[in-house]
């Protein structure tokens, strides 16, 4: 197979999967790789995710490694087969690779749940509230690479609105529906969308007032992305040094964990709907 320059974050998952395999059977990546008709160097590229694997030979590893988990082998098989070129491919070489990677992993997973404390989520965002918070975080960034970031950021809100929409909560803090990005106007616009969103049946949100006891998670933001199986899982963390893919168990029951905290200190849907209309009616 071809050797891929910058393997996305779904294909890089995949290889680190195919290593977890291996490493877990304690088998050597030589003994694999001659296995696969391959060499250990052709076997780093495919656990790097800098090169493919057919369907043929991933089960071939799966039954050498005594795999017996079909739910994950059928998963693996559906990563490594899969040739989806979603809209997000009209961004490559335009956006950064990390938003790619972000709009397809949000497209293959099965729910998603978010917290929020500083901003509006970026599936709840209007294009205007991107718009400001995007000049206002790069202010460098020109007219000619604002607009297909927040175009992107458009596209994305399609994972929660098309035909067949992904199960999606949100925990915010009143503090993310409260500031400013811009103005008046704009604010309050983005609470009216977010109040129309959230009719939707598979959509929830959760308030956190400013003035409920218990909350200590001012740093909680964060996004978990549900796998076709557990096991593939992955967190999103974003941070001043950029935005990092999480699908280490430890990690991810460390994020699991952290959303159900943060959800206790909230109000419950009803009273959230509730909560964001008053704060819409008051500006």
């Not at 991107?130 to 994972?159: G, K, N």
Request: glycine share 8%; charged share 25%.
């Amino acid at each position: 197979m071809t050797m891929r320059n910058q393997p996305t974050a779904r294909q890089v998952r995949l290889g680190s999967e195919l290593r977890k395999l291996r490493e877990t059977a304690g088998k050597p990546a030589k003994e694999v790789a001659g296995l696969l008709g391959s060499s250990s160097a052709h076997m780093s590229q495919i656990e790097a995710g800098s090169s493919g694997i057919s369907e043929e030979r991933l089960r071939r590893l799966a039954a050498h490694c005594a795999c017996t988990d079909e739910e994950l082998i059928e998963a693996l098989v559906g990563m490594a087969t899969d040739r989806t070129r979603g809209w997000w491919e009209e961004y490559r070489g335009v956006l950064p690779p990390v938003n790619l990677d972000l709009a397809e992993t949000e497209h293959h997973a099965t729910f998603l749940r978010e917290v929020a404390i500083t901003y509006v989520p970026g599936l709840f965002q209007t294009p205007d509230y991107a718009r400001a918070l995007f000049a206002y975080m790069r202010p460098e960034l020109p007219e000619s690479e604002l607009i297909p970031r927040v175009e992107h950021r458009m596209r994305r809100r399609t994972v929660i609105g098309d035909d067949n929409p992904t199960p999606y909560e949100a925990v915010v803090h009143e503090f993310a529906l409260r500031i400013r990005v811009a103005d008046r106007h704009v604010s309050r616009t983005q609470l009216l969308a977010v109040l129309e969103q959230i009719e939707h049946a598979h959509i929830t949100m959760r308030v956190i007032p400013t003035d409920q006891d218990g909350f200590g998670g001012a740093g909680a933001s964060m996004m978990y992305l549900g796998g076709p199986v557990p096991q593939l899982d992955t967190g999103l963390r974003e941070g001043a040094t950029g935005t990092a893919f999480i699908d280490a168990e430890p990690h991810l029951k460390t994020l699991r964990t952290l959303f159900r905290k943060v959800e206790k200190a909230t109000l419950d849907p009803a009273a959230s709907r509730d909560f964001v209309h008053r704060l819409s009616k008051e500006l």
